[in-house]
């Protein structure tokens, strides 16, 4: 059994022991901890006990695209029954995603997690969830095991959707643990934004949305606001200059 939280993907993919693939997300998306709506699939032994309809607590998670060899165990649903609360932008580059996913391979099984259930303890769902890929259970009432999938005889890992997932140059990851820096400022105030920014590093990439400009600035090593050598400096240098901060994800 191999249980991957997060970012476990970096580790499953490039092995070939997935064929989930990692969308990038459009410009401007940000999803700074909010609860989500997502589908259950109890073919999988480890949505054992969770309702139809459960949440999820998502902290600017990967975008993890449906399993092809395995099951689902969660989705965000893609019709108008796709919903949250908390503060997000482009949350709709979640509908039809995959937030959990089982895969069987050779004699175990492949569980990944595109957030971390286990996240300051905010949701038992999330732990329930955890404790049933660590256990595992395949015996009692409504329960079957589920088992690799083959074509042609071939093992999971020859499947040609494992293949292409092991293939995927997944998107740079400029947050490391954690997320990267990102300032949200009115189109108009992108120059002088970026001025400011410059001052302190370069930024990563600069994204455009819905009026807004979004300046990204690379966190390798997913360091938290309180943390970090110049984010709250930065901030404040922004706002002292005049230039109109709609959001600060640090």
Do not use: C
Request: aromatic fraction near 8%; hydrophobic fraction near 40%; avoid cysteine.
């Amino acid at each position: 059994m191999l249980v991957g939280l997060r970012r476990g993907h970096n580790v499953t993919r490039p092995a070939g022991l997935t064929s989930t693939t990692v969308q990038a997300p459009p410009d401007g998306y940000q999803v700074l901890g909010s609860h989500f709506r997502v589908d259950v699939d109890h073919a999988s032994p480890v949505g054992l006990g969770r309702p139809g309809e459960d949440f999820e607590f998502n902290n600017d998670d990967p975008l993890l695209t449906p399993s092809a060899t395995g099951v689902n165990v969660l989705t965000y649903p893609s019709d108008d029954r796709f919903w949250f609360n908390g503060y997000t932008q482009g949350a709709d580059a979640l509908k039809g995603t995959a937030a959990l996913t089982d895969e069987p391979f050779g004699r175990g099984h492949v569980v990944l997690f595109a957030n971390d259930p286990l996240f300051r303890a905010y949701e038992e769902s999330g732990e329930h969830l955890f404790a049933n890929a660590i256990l595992y259970p395949t015996r009692g009432p409504g329960l079957t095991t589920l088992r690799a999938k083959t074509v042609d005889g071939a093992s999971p890992a020859a499947r040609p959707e494992i293949r292409r997932a092991e293939a995927q140059v997944p998107p740079r990851d400029l947050g490391g643990s954690w997320r990267p820096i990102r300032l949200t400022v009115p189109e108009a105030q992108a120059g002088a934004a970026l001025a400011i920014v410059r001052r302190y590093a370069e930024p990563a990439r600069v994204e455009h949305a819905n009026g807004a400009a979004v300046i990204v600035l690379a966190n390798p090593e997913g360091l938290h606001a309180d943390e970090h050598p110049f984010a709250r400096e930065l901030v404040q240098a922004v706002r002292a200059e005049g230039v109109r901060l709609l959001s600060a994800a640090l």
